[in-house]
């Protein structure tokens, strides 16, 4: 029969014992707790496992530690002037009638789009897909000659492709110092002198360069910042007015890169990330700003394309592509073409719930 009495006797015995071991601090009382001794011929420099933890000396495990993650201040590429930028060539097949089955709403017909840097690179073809779309354009870039010559062969590009069609899209070139406020508004103001009305805005203007930090000439920095960041702020806002005036929807998408979210290996470029970064924290900023407006903005953040410069730089770098290649889940660098059908997209009615958005096209890079 159980007796509740020798139970209270019981416990009360036991716990008088167990204080007999155990000596609580003043004030408190903490459990038992230990740390197991390791052995004394256990060297972590020496266990091939314990070697490639932080518990062995730097090197214990090779000379591969950290080889893939980290910077090489060996690898310096300046932005080229314009006497040797490689030319771009328009995307051939690109543009022609079609008989597939698709949503209206990727349509850009009636919609007139400015695509800053479009006179090369990535901006060309982007502003190749939004002809294809059924968009007017205007090319605004710092080499006003090579945005006419771009202009031209835009518009034989897609006569070629669209054989016996009267009406050619109507597309221009403008000069435009995008870091300069002045020169701005002066290229806004030609647009709409030539085509009444700005629907969209693309702002590809940008460079990078790749230097260490320490070695990064300071003036060469600004003129990275003022390019890349606060072009962007001035063709976004200089059109978000526009459109606020007119009482009109409208949309800009701004092209970012990866490096605003990772920082690139093995070429450093630390300004050039930064810059990035900022433009993909502005365009979620500005879409909340505007989002009242009806004015979507949006980030496109491409990861290697291989452009004209890309392949100069890599004919000059051969060690690079390779070690590029290695980082992406896919295997392989993207085109430009690959970046059309994400800016028609953006810009469509098809992503007309879509805004303050950034859209990765980087085969993966950034998800690893």
């Not at 003043?26 to 518990?55: C, H, M, Q, W, Y």
């Not at 300071?218 to 390019?227: A, P």
């Not at 491409?302 to 060690?319: F, Q, S, V």
């Amino acid at each position: 029969m159980f007796n509740r009495t020798v139970a209270r006797s019981t416990v009360r015995a036991l716990n008088s014992a167990r204080t007999a071991f155990i000596a609580p601090a003043v004030g408190s009382i903490r459990p038992l707790s230990f740390t197991a001794v390791r052995s004394k011929e256990e060297d972590p420099n020496k266990d091939p496992i314990l070697s490639a933890t932080d518990r062995a000396e730097k090197g214990a495990s090779g000379d591969h530690e950290g080889e893939f993650a980290r910077t090489d201040d060996s690898v310096q590429i300046p932005y080229p002037p314009d006497s040797q930028y490689p030319a771009q060539p328009v995307v051939q097949g690109r543009g022609g009638m079609h008989f597939k089955r698709t949503l209206a709403q990727f349509s850009l017909e009636g919609k007139v789009s400015i695509v800053t840097g479009g006179a090369r690179g990535l901006g060309l073809v982007m502003g190749q897909g939004l002809i294809a779309s059924g968009s007017d354009l205007a090319i605004v870039d710092l080499n006003k000659t090579e945005a006419e010559d771009s202009a031209y062969k835009l518009i034989e590009q897609f006569r070629k492709e669209n054989p016996g069609l009267e009406q050619m899209p109507n597309v221009t070139a403008h000069y435009a110092d995008v870091a300069n406020p002045d020169s701005v508004n002066t290229a806004l103001a030609e647009v709409l002198a030539q085509h009444s009305k700005i629907d969209n805005l693309v702002t590809s203007a940008g460079f990078t360069e790749n230097f260490d930090a320490i070695s990064y000439p300071f003036e060469r920095m600004k003129k990275l910042w003022g390019v890349n960041v606060d072009g962007t702020y001035l063709f976004a806002t200089g059109v978000a007015k526009h459109l606020m005036e007119r009482n009109a929807p409208g949309n800009i998408v701004m092209i970012g890169s990866m490096s605003g979210a990772i920082v690139n290996v093995p070429q450093p470029q630390a300004p050039y990330n930064a810059a990035k970064a900022a433009v993909r924290h502005l365009a979620a900023s500005l879409a909340v700003e505007w989002a009242g407006k009806d004015i979507r903005v949006n980030c496109i953040s491409p990861g290697y394309m291989l452009t004209a410069l890309t392949r100069k730089i890599l004919d000059e770098n051969p060690e690079l592509r390779d070690k590029w290649t290695s980082l992406i889940p896919v295997g392989k660098m993207g085109t430009p073409e690959d970046l059309m059908g994400a800016v028609t997209f953006l810009l469509s009615d098809a992503a007309k719930y879509i805004t303050g958005a950034e859209l990765r096209v980087d085969g993966g890079y950034t998800v690893t």
